[in-house]
């Protein structure tokens, strides 16, 4: 007897109905699809940034440019120099941008300096700047002087009618 292998008899089941093909691939994965992307939406999501204010006025939304405060750096840095560099001596030399309140405020810090001091020869450690806003830099002077211990003395430099000027001084006391 010959058997053609092109048509085979279908199987029954006990209860005689044929049975169901499985189902194409393509509804399970249309299912898992949506699945995940409900699942992917669903997810924890990370804490919003900071929102800027560039709308609010007066507030800048963006940090300040460092080309900005390069012309305070440079006050900072020469007056630094040449304040390092006059610590001891008295009366004080021409400092470059200060306050009238600041020259003051130096002048009597000069008095205040031992006389074993007044003939070394002092130099700038070390300077170390911080924005505090777009309109003011605030600067920490390192001194030393070979002998004595180092120490440091903060200064603000502010935009003022136009010009950066030393507006404060923390001396040493």
């Known amino acids: 007897m010959e058997v053609r292998t092109d048509k085979l008899p279908t199987a029954r089941t006990p209860r005689g109905r044929a049975p ?23 997810g924890s999501s990370q804490k919003p940034g900071p929102r800027s204010s560039s709308l609010v006025a007066g507030v800048r939304a963006a940090p300040t440019p460092p080309a900005q405060l390069a012309p305070a750096a440079a006050v900072a840095r020469r007056f630094a120099t040449t304040y390092a560099a006059s610590i001891y001596r008295r009366p004080l030399p021409n400092l470059p941008a200060l306050t009238t309140a600041v020259r003051r405020q130096l002048e009597v810090a000069a008095a205040r300096v031992p006389a074993k001091r007044r003939g070394r020869r002092p130099y700038l450690d070390s300077l170390s700047f911080n924005i505090a806003d777009p309109g003011r830099l605030q600067v920490d002077l390192g ?31």
């Open 20 to 42: 169901s093909l499985p189902c194409s691939p393509r509804p399970f994965a249309l299912l898992a699809l949506g699945a995940t992307l409900l699942l992917l939406g669903c």
């Open 143 to 173: 001194i030393a002087d070979g002998s004595s211990p180092p120490f440091s003395i903060g200064f603000t430099v502010a935009l003022r009618a136009g010009r950066w000027r030393i507006v404060s001084v923390s001396t040493p006391e």
